[in-house]
């Protein structure tokens, strides 16, 4: 029951209603992820008249995050290459590293020094800072 409610009425849960309806009316699975992500695009390769060029889409395993989209999958959803990793020998290079999740608004957020938020007291201002006051 939990997981029809948040189909019906969430959208950065797996997807959404039109989301799961248009990829079984016009989408062709393509692969999968380590993530668990799937992987659809167009039935047949079909250009769009739309945008110009086929439609391409990830239905997330859980929560709806784009960082979570390994970086094998993102050329190919941006339309940089057009062979999806699961028809290529795909090798990652070793400047690329594994997904970490953005930190933002938690407590593992980045707070350097001189923050509002960071731990201890804020420096004291050193006198290079002159305040603007308007001219009369």
Same mark, same amino acid.
């Given at each position: 029951m939990k997981s029809f &409610? &948040? &189909?019906l009425f969430t959208w950065w849960h797996r997807q959404s209603w039109g989301t799961m309806v248009t990829t079984w009316l016009y989408g062709e699975?393509? %692969?999968?992820? @380590? /993530? %668990? *992500?799937r992987y659809y695009r167009t039935k047949g390769g079909k250009i769009d008249k739309a945008v %110009? /060029? @086929?439609r391409r889409w990830v239905v997330f395993s859980g929560y709806a995050e784009g960082s979570t989209i390994p =970086?094998?999958?993102?050329g190919w959803m941006h339309h940089t290459v057009d062979t999806p990793p699961t028809q290529q *020998?795909?090798?990652? $290079?070793?400047?690329?590293k594994p997904h970490r999740p953005n930190p933002t608004g938690t407590p593992a957020a980045i707070r350097p020094s001189g923050s509002t938020l960071?731990? %201890?007291r $804020? =420096?004291?201002?050193?006198g290079d800072y002159k305040a603007w006051t308007p001219e009369r």
């Open positions: &409610l &948040l &189909l699975p393509v %692969g999968e992820d @380590e /993530f %668990g *992500n %110009g /060029f @086929e =970086p094998s999958w993102h *020998n795909y090798t990652p $290079r070793a400047w690329q960071a731990a %201890g $804020r =420096p004291k201002a050193t």
